[in-house]
């Protein structure tokens, strides 16, 4: 069973730019397609971004296009989340997720692992 563990959160100001990273243990990420979701105070889980499994095709909600990328290193079996241009609606706790599939979904329940998720406070 995959680990997942995410880091690189915190309290910036807006404008700044932060990157997260999902670490794994149990399993290697080159399995699974992988997505980062958040969820902000009284809200719903939010898709943010997802990328395959192999080809490193990568989808993104409206919102973070342009703004934020996301990557995988699977030699290293992370993930990353580089948020640039940061506004405080992005403030949410932020979760990465793995699919035991080629490709990601924007549908949290879709995906089958969940790490514990690292807060993001955007103060404007």
């Known amino acids: 069973q995959v680990q997942l563990v995410e880091s690189g959160g915190g309290l910036v100001q807006a404008g700044d730019s932060l990157r997260l990273s999902c670490a794994a243990s149990?399993?290697?990420?080159?399995?699974?397609?992988m997505g980062w979701f958040r969820q902000a105070p009284g809200k719903e889980r939010e898709f943010v971004a997802s990328?395959?499994?192999?080809?490193?095709?990568?989808y993104y909600t409206d919102s973070v296009k342009g703004r934020f990328t996301i990557s995988r290193d699977n030699a290293k079996n992370t993930v990353s989340l580089q948020m640039n241009r940061l506004k405080s609606e992005d403030t949410a706790i932020y979760y990465c997720?793995?699919?035991?599939?080629?490709?990601?979904?924007?549908?949290?329940?879709?995906?089958?692992?969940w790490g514990q998720g690292t807060q993001v406070t955007v103060s404007s």
């Open positions: 990328i395959t499994r192999s080809t490193g095709m990568t």
């Open positions: 149990g399993g290697t990420l080159s399995s699974y397609a």
């Open positions: 997720a793995a699919r035991s599939s080629a490709v990601g979904s924007s549908y949290w329940n879709a995906y089958d692992y």
